[in-house]
């Protein structure tokens, strides 16, 4: 039974995560304290990211972009309400400003909010 439930889990992160970028494929950015790092200009509400003292919350698509790119070591869990937790290195390209660094991420049960922040760089 529990193997069903993590196979559900698995298939609705699985669209839940790569349906979202067909809409918007080559409009990449991240956001730091409200302005976009590759353009200049504000972000829209929805995209959330800020650095406080050289840690980085993420928030909604980019916290979703970091979590599909952590390293293939990374740690992954689902505690009792459903929600996926994972501890890992981000080695994406999309975002170089913080590639590298180590990130803890969690997503909502039903994979509609996702949230990263990093820890602090040593």
């Known amino acids: ?7 559900a889990v698995g298939i609705v992160l699985v669209l839940g995560l790569v349906m979202p970028f067909d809409a918007i494929a080559g409009n990449s950015q991240l956001c730091i304290n409200g302005v ?12 959330t990211v800020s650095n406080t003292r050289d840690r980085y919350v993420l928030q909604g698509r980019e916290a979703m972009t970091v979590m599909m790119n952590l390293a293939s070591d990374r740690i992954a869990g689902i505690d009792s309400n459903g ?5 890992g290195i ?3 390209n999309q975002y170089p400003e913080v590639r590298l660094r180590v990130f803890s991420c969690q ?6 909010k ?3 922040n990093s820890w602090p760089a040593f």
């Open 36 to 47: 976009n790092v590759y353009g200049g200009g504000s972000c829209g509400t929805t995209n």
């Open 90 to 92: 981000y080695q994406g």
């Open 1 to 7: 039974m529990m193997r069903i439930y993590l196979y």
């Open 107 to 112: 997503s909502s049960s039903d994979a509609t």
């Open 114 to 116: 996702f949230y990263c």
């Open 83 to 87: 929600n996926m937790h994972m501890v």
